[in-house]
């Protein structure tokens, strides 16, 4: 089974902090990607990639940065963290970009 | 433009049958996905459409019109557990644009 873990659960941070939410998937997938989730916007794409080392904007990328130096390895970074940051995170993994996606437990971040 | 509709809530009885709609406009479709997502829990795939007509996969069946850009969820003999927001998401050139999720509430 393809399985995508993500470094927190929980996270509480103060406005203007740098966060790091790190995703990782064990099936040697290519395709990953940050989504955040809000009610009554459903998921929308942050950033993806499609190879180490490789980035391309989502629908919402601002305030918001990615890396990827390990194809199993994919982190979300918020440079100066804002309220309306406040958000579920979630991660998913594909091995094409038109397969299935794998998403990660996610990340609930509020930042106060 | 990209527009993914489909209803927000719905309310069913357990054992019943209920049909859960996705209509959608993209310039790039390759494909319609499916998702479960309970509360506070990651997406879990159910289906993925590619070409018209009806795909089951035992309580649970997607079918796609192309012409129409429209697709539906049907989930038979309904069970307490299948109470959860279901995600339609469809393909558009190079990424997946989701519906923002109909919320499926069974009663006993």
């Known amino acids: 089974d393809v399985k995508v873990t993500q470094s927190s659960r929980y996270l509480v941070k103060r406005t203007g902090e740098k966060v790091f939410l790190e995703c990782v998937q064990d099936?040697?997938?290519?395709?990953m990607f940050w989504y955040r989730q809000d009610p009554g916007l459903g998921l929308r794409l942050i950033y993806f990639?499609?190879?180490?080392?490789?980035?391309e904007k989502g629908d919402i990328p601002e305030g918001y940065s990615v890396s990827r130096e390990k194809k199993e390895r994919f982190s979300l970074i918020l440079e100066s963290a804002s309220t309306n940051q406040t958000s579920m995170y979630l991660c998913?993994?594909?091995?094409?970009?038109?397969?299935?996606?794998?998403f990660g437990p996610g990340t609930r971040l509020l930042v106060l | 433009g990209q527009n993914i509709d489909q209803p927000t809530e719905m309310t069913a009885t357990e054992g019943a049958i209920v049909q859960i709609n996705c209509t959608y406009q993209?310039?790039?479709?390759?494909?319609l996905f499916w998702y479960q997502q309970h509360a506070g829990e990651a997406p879990t795939f159910l289906s993925y459409?590619?070409?018209?007509g009806l795909e089951e996969k035992g309580r649970f069946s997607s079918f796609l019109s192309r012409s129409k850009g429209y697709s539906y969820l049907l989930l038979k003999e309904l069970q307490m557990k299948d109470s959860a927001s279901y995600l339609c998401?469809?393909?558009?050139?190079?990424?997946?644009?989701f519906g923002t999720g109909t919320r499926l509430q069974v009663f006993p």
């Open positions: 998913a993994s594909s091995q094409n970009r038109e397969e299935t996606q794998y």
């Open positions: 099936m040697d997938h290519e395709n």
């Open positions: 990639s499609y190879d180490v080392k490789m980035k």
């Open positions: 993209t310039s790039g479709f390759n494909g």
């Open positions: 459409n590619v070409l018209d």
């Open positions: 998401a469809v393909t558009d050139t190079d990424k997946l644009i």
